[in-house]
């Protein structure tokens, strides 16, 4: 495996439900991030971890919980979701830390569907 | 107010009609502008960065360059395998606590390239 891998590609569930994301990197990188993407809107930043430390939450709903284990995993664990969280998730890696200015290369992302 | 705005929002070209896309920023002490492409049912796939006024890169019939207010994202006589969604970003301030700088996207142009 190569680059930034997420699974699952495809996930639905009900409200109640609680189901989660994962991504792993195979870069080396020390940074990782959760995206959020949605129709006709921009990618939103959700979370960053930089060397296993959250450095960013962007005001994030709790029913979204991240998890860093180590460098190269990154979870995001869901739990009594509303229909406006469906969308895709995408998990993104960085070399040199989070300074917002360093390139990212990102997973083919998690399209959550929320019934 | 910092921000990022692309335009425009899609753009259909027959094959071999050049064309440019925008990106407009408004940020001070500009740290970099990226520029991404996202296939349909994948994660963005990095291209460019830019960081001064005047600068310009290069990748088979793409070009990219560097004003103070903008950036054009030129193709030159397109294929079809150049139709994708063009996202530019870039690092603005913010975030929660002590806050940083993160790396913030525009919407997007949606490029489709007609035989």
């Known amino acids: 495996e190569t680059g930034v891998t997420q699974t699952p590609r495809h996930l639905v569930m009900g409200m109640t439900n609680k189901k989660s994301l994962k991504c792993e990197q195979h870069?080396?990188?020390?940074?990782m991030y959760w995206y959020k993407q949605s129709a006709k809107k921009p990618l939103e930043l959700m979370f960053v971890?930089?060397?296993?430390?959250?450095?960013e939450n962007n005001s994030v709903p709790s029913r979204f919980s991240p998890e860093c284990p180590n460098s190269s995993h990154l979870f995001l664990h869901l739990h009594t979701l509303q229909p406006e969280d469906s969308a895709l998730y995408l998990c993104?890696?960085?070399?040199?830390?989070?300074?917002?200015?360093?390139?990212?290369?990102f997973g083919a992302g998690s399209r959550l569907t929320v019934l | 107010e910092d921000q990022v705005t692309q335009s425009p929002e899609a753009l259909r070209l027959q094959e071999g009609e050049s064309s440019s896309l925008n990106c407009s920023y408004t940020?001070?002490?500009?740290?970099?502008l990226f520029w991404y492409r996202q296939d349909p049912g994948k994660g963005p796939e990095f291209l460019f960065t830019?960081?001064?006024a005047g600068e310009e890169k290069e990748k088979e019939r793409l070009k990219a360059t560097l004003t103070k207010k903008e950036s054009f994202l030129h193709i030159t006589a397109p294929k079809p395998e150049d139709s994708a969604t063009y996202l530019c970003a870039v690092p603005l301030w913010g975030g929660s606590g002590a806050g940083s700088y993160q790396l913030t996207f525009g919407k997007g142009t949606k490029l489709s390239v007609i035989p």
């Open positions: 940020v001070s002490g500009l740290r970099g």
């Open positions: 870069l080396g990188h020390n940074a």
């Open positions: 993104a890696s960085s070399q040199g830390g989070n300074s917002g200015a360093n390139v990212l290369t």
């Open positions: 971890y930089n060397f296993k430390e959250q450095t």
């Open positions: 830019l960081y001064s």
